[in-house]
């Protein structure tokens, strides 16, 4: 209830949001990516949505033998690609922590847009973009 009516006032007080209501781009749409090694173990895995017609990284793992070959920037690449084509996405977000990835979606072309230190004490998050052209 409380969410129907957040989202009702949010259409009253922005045209943005009112336009894009009760679009396909208003719906959250799960994206998901999955790699496995011959044998069928999971070997990574790239879990988000597409909404507002941005791809939003909710997570992204590999299994820790297999970081550095490029499996974890193939799984992005591919999330990227099936929420530009299938969903119409114009742009990519991620939240990532100091001890887990800016670098890594620097490399993929991700600009680092804000930061909140201490999220939680002793951490940074970080908040990256990217345009999807």
Same mark, same amino acid.
């Given at each position: 209830?409380?969410?129907? +009516?957040?989202?009702?006032?949010?259409?009253?007080?922005?045209?943005?949001?009112?336009?894009? +209501?009760?679009?396909? !781009? =208003?719906?959250?749409?799960?994206?998901?990516?999955?790699?496995?090694?011959?044998?069928?173990?999971?070997?990574?895995?790239?879990?988000?949505?597409?909404?507002?017609?941005?791809?939003?990284?909710?997570?992204?793992?590999?299994?820790?033998?297999?970081?550095?070959?490029?499996?974890?920037?193939?799984?992005?690449? +591919?999330?990227?690609?099936?929420?530009?084509?299938?969903?119409? *996405?114009?742009?990519?977000?991620?939240?990532?922590? =100091?001890?887990?990835?800016?670098?890594?979606?620097?490399?993929?072309?991700?600009?680092?847009?804000?930061?909140?230190? =201490?999220?939680?004490?002793? *951490?940074?998050?970080?908040?990256?973009?990217? !345009?999807?052209?």
């Amino acid at each position: 209830m409380i969410e129907a +009516r957040l989202s009702d006032t949010n259409s009253l007080r922005s045209p943005v949001m009112s336009a894009l +209501r009760g679009t396909t !781009a =208003d719906e959250e749409v799960p994206v998901q990516v999955c790699a496995f090694t011959d044998d069928g173990r999971l070997a990574a895995g790239l879990i988000g949505y597409a909404w507002g017609r941005w791809l939003h990284v909710e997570l992204l793992w590999v299994a820790e033998g297999l970081r550095g070959g490029g499996l974890g920037s193939h799984l992005v690449h +591919r999330a990227e690609e099936l929420a530009r084509t299938e969903h119409g *996405c114009l742009h990519s977000r991620v939240e990532t922590w =100091d001890f887990q990835a800016p670098g890594f979606y620097l490399k993929l072309g991700y600009r680092l847009i804000g930061t909140v230190p =201490d999220y939680p004490p002793g *951490c940074t998050d970080h908040l990256l973009v990217k !345009a999807l052209s």
